[in-house]
């Protein structure tokens, strides 16, 4: 089955960086709509960040100017460069197609913005 694999979370100081890989597997994702949603305790999961299969990228408000979608077709990886992170970040972030697919969402990597 279709298997998505994030990795790249952590702890880092407000104003920093982080770098998200999502790993795919039994899915071609230059084919695909793709997106990097994340969930933060208590609020539902959310679209941050998506790729068309044409390129075409779209951000939520939120991160506008300070993330970066992007892929690597010939690794089959979807990327999410994050800079200037602010604790209102920190979430456990995933991959996905998007639309989103329920039965693709792996377990996320946890990313914490704190001081």
């Known amino acids: 089955q279709v298997q998505l694999v994030e990795s790249g979370g952590g702890l880092v100081q407000p104003g920093g960086s982080l770098r998200l890989s999502c790993a795919a597997s039994r899915i071609m994702i230059r084919g695909y709509n793709m997106g990097w949603y994340r969930q933060a305790p208590g609020k539902q999961r959310e679209l941050v960040a998506g790729?068309?299969?044409?390129?075409?990228?779209t951000y939520a408000d939120s991160v506008k100017d300070r993330f970066t979608i992007s892929r690597d077709n010939i690794k089959n990886t979807l990327y999410l460069q994050m800079n200037s992170l602010k604790p209102e970040d920190t979430a456990v972030y995933y991959c996905n197609t998007d639309p989103r697919t329920r039965a693709y969402w792996g377990q996320g990597t946890q990313v914490t913005v704190s001081s």
């Open positions: 790729i068309t299969s044409g390129g075409i990228t």
